[in-house]
């Protein structure tokens, strides 16, 4: 059974699992360098990973968009009602620009074979602290890093994204 490819429009779709259209993504990539990665790849591989970038950034950015879904019964994040951009509101049948820029981004990583949300193994390394204070001694092991993850940051996808999106560490929702 072949991969369905629905495109959110702004209508709030249940069946919806991705925010660009090919012929969105090929324009973007276009205006922009023109990859052959991208430009070479068949319309399967281009639907596939406009999925998959969907999919990442709903994963990664679902707890801090603005605003709040558009209706209970839309399969992804978009539309959303209540999003303010810089004092305009977004209406809430719209897929905002940086939006579907980010998921051509995105989709092109993947089609240059870059996981999205790799799984990460870290075996890390054992890390001892010794905390002494007067004739009292505590001693702790730690096993991985300090605050430190395997996890790839998509550094232009972030900076596309980020007027549709709470600062990390803001408490958005209750």
């Avoid at 699992?17 to 281009?46: C, F, I, L, R």
């Avoid at 980010?102 to 193994?121: C, E, F, M, N, R």
């Avoid at 001892?128 to 890093?145: F, H, L, N, Q």
Wanted: hydrophobic letters at 35%; glycine letters at 8%; a negative charge.
């Amino acid at each position: 059974m072949a991969a369905t490819f629905v495109v959110e429009t702004g209508t709030g779709s249940s069946t919806a699992n991705s925010y660009s259209t090919e012929a969105a993504a090929d324009q973007y990539h276009e205006n922009y360098g023109d990859p052959t990665d991208w430009s070479g790849a068949t319309t399967t591989v281009k639907e596939n990973a406009l999925r998959v970038a969907t999919q990442y950034m709903d994963a990664r950015f679902g707890t801090r968009w603005l605003g709040t879904k558009a209706n209970e019964t839309q399969r992804l994040d978009w539309p959303r009602c209540g999003a303010v951009v810089e004092e305009y509101t977004i209406d809430s049948d719209v897929i905002p620009e940086p939006l579907q820029d980010t998921t051509a981004v995105l989709a092109l990583k993947h089609v240059q074979g870059t996981a999205l949300i790799p799984d990460v193994t870290n075996a890390g390394t054992l890390s001892r602290v010794r905390v002494k204070v007067g004739p009292i001694e505590e001693e702790k092991e730690y096993a991985g890093s300090f605050g430190e993850t395997d996890q790839t940051t998509f550094e232009l996808a972030e900076r596309l994204i980020a007027s549709l999106v709470w600062p990390v560490g803001w408490a958005v929702r209750g």
